[in-house]
């Protein structure tokens, strides 16, 4: 009885740790990629680039995170004029996971919005 719960315990802590394994790297990667659409929305509210521009910095910005996520998931609404408007950025994103015996879709909704003070 004594080596069933000792074999048992082993199981249960390998198990956690493969799982902390597989599930940190996504939810940490969604981690940066929201703090990096929070400040890209507060440097271009007060600039004139226009959506299109905006879109492709928040691109390259999931590229270099291995965040998988197309051009068109990514939605950028500027309103108001330049230095004195307003923008909004939302990139929705599902991460799969492969896990033994059940497979996870884990969603990610990524936002950020931000108005100039003017």
Do not use: C
């Not at 939302?90 to 919005?113: K, Q």
Request: net charge neutral; proline share 7%.
């Amino acid at each position: 009885m004594g080596s069933f719960k000792l074999v048992l315990g082993i199981f249960v802590i390998v198990a956690v740790v493969y799982l902390i394994g597989e599930l940190a790297p996504p939810f940490f990667s969604n981690y940066q990629f929201e703090d990096a659409i929070k400040t890209i929305a507060q440097m271009n509210t007060y600039s004139s680039k226009p959506e299109q521009a905006i879109r492709e910095e928040v691109f390259k910005k999931a590229q270099d995170l291995d965040v998988p996520i197309v051009k068109e998931q990514i939605k950028i609404v500027r309103s108001g004029s330049a230095y004195a408007g307003s923008v909004s950025i939302e990139a929705p994103y599902t991460v799969h996971l492969n896990l033994p015996g059940y497979p996870l879709d884990l969603n990610f909704n990524p936002s950020s919005s931000n108005r100039s003070v003017f």
